[in-house]
């Protein structure tokens, strides 16, 4: 089924279009997929160490965002809260 002639697999091509030399199968996925790779000579560079602090100092803005915002929500919403709620039996 998925072999050529005689029922022998066909052997993989290289890749002659600039594409990665690691994805050489000849399929559209591979081919799709190895567009977007880089090869790059830098590979022995250190990496940066600023990551967690980034996603710490941004997780730290949403939070305070997020609780600002629910604070001045609440505090806008408290009369119409109170005349929901305000007329329940027992409430007070």
């Avoid at 290289?14 to 090869?39: F, K, M």
């Avoid at 809260?81 to 007329?87: A, E, L, M």
Wanted: hydrophobic share 40%; charged share 15%.
């Amino acid at each position: 089924m998925y072999g050529g002639k005689d029922g022998v697999p066909p052997t993989p091509l290289p890749a002659t279009d600039g594409g990665s030399p690691l994805e050489n199968s000849g399929s559209l996925t591979g081919h799709i997929l190895s567009q977007g790779a880089v090869e790059s000579d830098d590979d022995d560079e250190a990496p940066r160490r600023n990551g967690p602090r980034r996603v710490m100092i941004i997780i730290s803005v949403m939070v305070v965002v997020l609780l600002v915002g629910g604070y001045f929500a609440v505090t806008l919403a408290h009369s119409f809260i109170d005349s929901v709620f305000g007329n329940i039996p027992g409430a007070k």
